[in-house]
């Protein structure tokens, strides 16, 4: 199994990012899909998922409204969009294959469900 994060950068407050993650060696269109990201000095935090039909998603209720997730099951690729985006946004930013098909049915749950990490991209937002 593989997981490579792209898209991370340096963007101003209120800026907008689009990360990408593509996966590989394995059946993707069999599993969930996850953003977990990671602030300096903190523990990680699950932020969303999407089904491995891509017609569920879950978010923390942090960055609902915020953040989406997308899927390609054709590509094998899954999408992070990041919008308006605050300092407190900055951190790496893991794509993680799920345990399962479906998404977590608890935000808290969220970093139970997930298998395989990928390296991580950064996102730092700073003016």
């Known amino acids: 199994v593989q997981l490579v994060e792209s898209g991370g950068d340096l963007v101003q407050p209120g800026g907008s990012l689009r990360l990408s993650c593509a996966a590989s060696g394995f059946i993707f269109t069999h599993f969930s899909m996850h953003w977990v990201r990671q602030a300096p000095g903190k523990e990680p935090e699950w932020l969303l998922a999407?089904?491995?039909?891509?017609?569920?998603?879950r978010y923390r209720d942090s960055v609902k409204g915020r953040f989406a997730i997308s899927r390609d099951n054709a590509e094998n690729m899954v999408y992070l969009q990041l919008n308006n985006l605050k300092t407190e946004d900055t951190a790496v930013y893991f794509c993680?294959?799920?345990?399962?098909?479906?998404?977590?049915?608890?935000?808290?749950?969220?970093?139970?469900?997930?298998?395989?990490w990928g390296q991580g991209t950064a996102v730092t937002v700073s003016s």
């Open positions: 993680a294959k799920g345990k399962y098909s479906g998404v977590p049915a608890l935000a808290h749950r969220g970093l139970d469900e997930l298998d395989v």
């Open positions: 999407t089904s491995a039909d891509g017609k569920i998603t």
